[in-house]
């Protein structure tokens, strides 16, 4: 509760920070990963969250942004995203992600640590928060964006003559001017039956190619209005909407696999 109620002063003090899929999305992809592990991996995230104030995945899924603002845990600011010089989208780690601090490097790092089973229980729990949070992250386009508007925190846009940025339309909403409630959308998302698709199961790096996704959907679904300072409007979050809602049910699924074969082997 203390680390909510700094949140919420921080969030007056440094307004621009920005939040992949805000609270409700991250909640979303916290669900629906949870309905899909293993029963035996279900058992081990009680194990691992017991204690926590909310101990479900969507409960912690916004733990690491509520604690990105104090001094303590600035530097995972990085950990939150990748950015790309441009839109061929291809990714150099020396030069995207220097010493592992991008998105990509903090879900393999995050994932290594809640598999070692002779880390602590604390330092696995702690590893399990950030890595529902940063899969969160790395499905929405922004936070794989460009690095020369950062994500597209730079591009100033208009809506119902409320200024805001791209990066924030895809935070909050694009998800939000549909449905406000996050159960409501879970229940949404998880009655279709379209089979969710995963074009790079079996990588050797799955963070970096779902980066690379994200990253590539900016260009193929043409996410940048035609130029800064216009007003969007509800056509432009219908359009683009299907695309959030089918990153989220690929976030859910992936970090429910991605869990699967972390916490494999009980403790």
């Not at 081990?44 to 990105?68: K, S, Y």
């Not at 010089?85 to 990714?91: F, I, K, T, V």
């Not at 001017?177 to 089979?195: I, K």
């Amino acid at each position: 509760m203390k680390t909510r109620c700094l949140l919420a002063l921080f969030g007056l003090l440094l307004p621009g920070l920005a939040v992949a899929w805000s609270a409700q999305g991250h909640r979303i992809v916290g669900e629906l990963a949870e309905r899909q592990v293993r029963p035996e991996t279900r058992a081990e995230i009680q194990r691992l969250l017991r204690g926590v104030e909310e101990p479900t995945l969507a409960g912690v899924a916004n733990w690491a942004d509520e604690v990105r603002p104090l001094p303590e845990w600035r530097h995972t600011a990085r950990w939150h995203y990748v950015n790309f010089p441009d839109l061929s989208c291809n990714y150099a780690p020396t030069r995207d992600c220097p010493d592992g601090n991008c998105v990509i490097g903090a879900i393999n790092a995050q994932k290594r640590m809640l598999a070692d089973r002779s880390a602590s229980t604390q330092q696995r729990r702690q590893a399990l928060k950030f890595l529902v949070h940063f899969v969160g992250d790395v499905h929405q386009p922004m936070h794989a964006g460009l690095a020369a508007d950062r994500g597209g925190n730079d591009f100033q846009l208009r809506h119902q003559r409320q200024g805001m940025n791209l990066h924030s339309v895809w935070d909050n909403l694009i998800l939000r001017s549909r449905e406000p409630d996050w159960r409501r959308y879970v229940e949404l998302l998880a009655g279709r039956t379209t089979p969710v698709e995963d074009p790079v199961q079996g990588s050797d790096n799955p963070a970096r190619d779902w980066a690379i996704e994200s990253c590539r959907i900016i260009g193929e679904h043409a996410i940048y209005p035609s130029r800064p300072g216009r007003p969007i409007g509800s056509s432009y979050l219908d359009r683009h909407r299907p695309v959030a809602e089918k990153r989220l049910r690929q976030a859910g699924a992936r970090l429910a696999r991605l869990l699967d074969e972390a916490l494999a082997h009980g403790h």
